[in-house]
């Protein structure tokens, strides 16, 4: 159940205070040009009266209207601004229109412009960001990558037993990763202040999910691949003899061609499947509602945008050539960039906050 932010009563009206003026646009669907007319307030119950921002009303199916007060950005910390509302509900379930601000909207204290996500994902958009804001605050993300990412494959390929407790711990330490990401596009003033992860436990349960059944899929295209290849494997075993490997290696290539293909066409099946489980996690992380809505959240968001994330995930295999060039060391840019662009990416199709440039 997600629980949205309390913060109390505000005097100002965050429709009314930006340049964008006031809150009176429709409530858009990802899949409607113009949208559906909702009642006198987009953010909360269709029969809200005008100027009380019920945006704690839960769009995902929840008949409870939880009572979520417009947050007043300037009492915040200059230095965190929206950040410390991470890991609360900014989602209704419903879209902008590109142009409609956030409740959270104040770039003065938040350094970024933010948008309601229209529910549409632009993958060039989503990288940009991840790469802009990785430079912009290279203090932390590469630290952080370097502490939770490289080192740990380093240590995976020189001692096997550290490499695999280290990857046991990346297990525990993505929800992490997960919420910093988050909590970055709420304020471009985002430092990294101790290892906080409001909604760690659902975090982690939607990642073991996910993986459990990306890894049943796998396993079901090894079979499918094994199939297509296994003749040639069978024929190849079957006309070398074992003394010949030992004295000739260059007569296993074709065993190791046959295998290759297993996992090429397996890496290519999975590469179809992969956009349909990119987005749960996201959701899980953003408190954005029930750990099953948040499933069957993702799950829609990925069809809905399934070219855009197919992109995003061609540029990320694309991005791999040159981490693997420099022995790794672009991951510590790249990594960092492919989260802050999937937290872009899923401000956009939920509906959340995306953040932009400001115009200050």
Not at 29 to 54: I, K, L
Request: one cysteine or more; glycine letters at 12%; hydrophobic letters at 45%.
């Amino acid at each position: 159940m997600s629980t949205p932010y309390n913060g109390g009563p505000s005097s100002q009206d965050p429709f009314n205070n930006n340049e964008f003026g006031t809150g009176s646009s429709a409530n858009n669907s990802p899949d409607s040009a113009a949208g559906a007319q909702g009642g006198s307030s987009v953010y909360g119950t269709p029969d809200n009266v005008a100027g009380s921002h019920n945006y704690g009303y839960n769009g995902y199916g929840s008949e409870q209207a939880a009572g979520y007060d417009p947050y007043d950005v300037n009492a915040a910390s200059v230095n965190q601004g929206a950040a410390q509302l991470n890991g609360t509900t900014l989602v209704d379930g419903t879209y902008g229109d590109g142009t409609q601000p956030h409740p959270i909207n104040n770039p003065a204290v938040n350094g970024y412009t933010h948008i309601k996500g229209t529910g549409k994902m632009n993958a060039l958009e989503a990288w940009g960001y991840g790469f802009r804001q990785t430079f912009a605050n290279w203090q932390t993300w590469i630290v952080i990558a370097l502490l939770l990412i490289l080192l740990p494959t380093l240590a995976s390929a020189f001692i096997p037993f550290v490499g695999f407790l280290f990857g046991l711990a990346m297990l525990f330490l993505a929800p992490f990763l997960y919420s910093f990401a988050l909590a970055q596009t709420l304020s471009k003033h985002w430092k990294f202040d101790g290892m906080k992860a409001p909604t760690y436990g659902s975090t982690l349960g939607m990642a073991l999910l996910v993986g459990l059944i990306s890894t049943l899929i796998s396993l079901v295209f090894i079979a499918i691949s094994a199939m297509i290849f296994g003749g040639s494997i069978m024929a190849t075993l079957s006309a070398v003899d074992p003394a010949q490997l030992e004295g000739d290696p260059m007569a296993a290539l074709p065993l190791i061609g046959a295998f290759f293909g297993i996992v090429a066409l397996t890496a290519f099946l999975m590469l179809f499947v992969t956009p349909f489980l990119v987005f749960q996690v996201w959701y899980a992380a953003d408190n954005a509602c029930s750990f099953g809505d948040a499933f069957k959240e993702g799950f829609s968001a990925g069809a809905r945008n399934y070219l855009q994330l197919l992109l995003a995930t061609i540029i990320y295999m694309l991005l791999m050539i040159p981490v693997a060039l420099t022995l790794g060391l672009g991951a510590l840019i790249v990594v960092p960039a492919y989260y802050l662009a999937l937290a872009y990416a899923y401000r956009q199709v939920s509906g959340g906050p995306v953040p932009t440039e400001a115009q200050i």
